[in-house]
Antibody
Framework: EVQLVESGGGLVQPGRSLRLSCAASGFTFDDYAMHWVRQAPGKGLEWISDISWNSDTVAYADSVKGRFTISRDNAKNSLYLEMNSLRAEDTALYYC????????????WGQGTLVTVSS | EIVMTQSPATLSVSPGERATLSCRASQSVSSNLAWYQQKPGQAPRLLIFGASTRATGIPDRFSGSGSGTEFTLTISSLQSEDFAVYYCQQYDYWPPLTFGGGTKVEIK
């Protein structure tokens, strides 16, 4: 059974940093690209970043480019999101998502970790 | 960036009736379109990819159609567990991957 478990969320002040983790199991982690998608309270879904299976290729939404860094450790079956210079508008539930066989869509999602940016 | 627009924002349907949800892309995305279902407090679930291919385990009352810029998700006979928010997402030209704003299907 595929499982994705996010952690690392919490309350953080504007301008500070936070590192999210996603522990994956139930599939061959290094066969798939992985993504982060967020959802602000009561709002829709926003893709923010992805990383290829071997970390060679990464991409970011403009809203987080230069502030967030995605990475992975295939030996640990883990995905990460380093978030710097956090803003109030980064407040959201952050999901990690496994890419499907079809590139660019997501066949499994974690339950999310909530990040709240507030003073 | 490809903008995805869903309509209506809210759809009120009685159990057993058909629901038809629309999604429009600001430019052609070919058939590179997915649909997700999200229930309150849950993560999204992949329903459809390739505009019309059901994901594993998705009941056949869910069907997708369309190509280019106009897409439809049809739920042929709504069950109680189908009341949720539905999102379309394009994966033709990215980054960024983009989602529609969602359609909430509620009980009439």
């Amino acid at each position: 059974e595929v499982q994705l478990v996010e952690s690392g969320g919490g309350l953080v002040q504007p301008g500070r940093s936070l590192r999210l983790s996603c522990a994956a199991s139930g599939f061959t982690f290094d066969d798939y690209a992985m993504h982060w998608v967020r959802q602000a309270p009561g709002k829709g879904l926003e893709w923010i970043s992805d990383i290829s299976w071997n970390s060679d290729t990464v991409a970011y939404a403009d809203s987080v480019k230069g502030r967030f860094t995605i990475s992975r450790d295939n030996a640990k079956n883990s995905l990460y999101l380093e978030m710097n210079s956090l803003r109030a508008e980064d407040t959201a539930l952050y999901y990690c998502a496994k890419e499907a066989v079809v590139r660019g869509c997501f066949d499994y999602w974690g339950q999310g970790t909530l990040v709240t940016v507030s003073s | 960036e490809i903008v995805m627009t869903q309509s209506p924002a809210t759809l009120s349907v009685s159990p057993g009736e058909r629901a038809t949800l629309s999604c429009r892309a600001s430019q052609s995305v070919s058939s590179n379109l997915a649909w997700y279902q999200q229930k309150p407090g849950q993560a999204p679930r992949l329903l459809i990819f390739g505009a019309s291919t059901r994901a594993t385990g998705i009941p056949d009352r869910f069907s997708g159609s369309g190509s280019g810029t106009e897409f439809t998700l049809t739920i042929s006979s709504l069950q109680s567990e189908d009341f949720a928010v539905y999102y379309c997402q394009q994966y033709d030209y990215w980054p960024p991957l983009t989602f529609g704003g969602g359609t909430k299907v509620e009980i009439k």
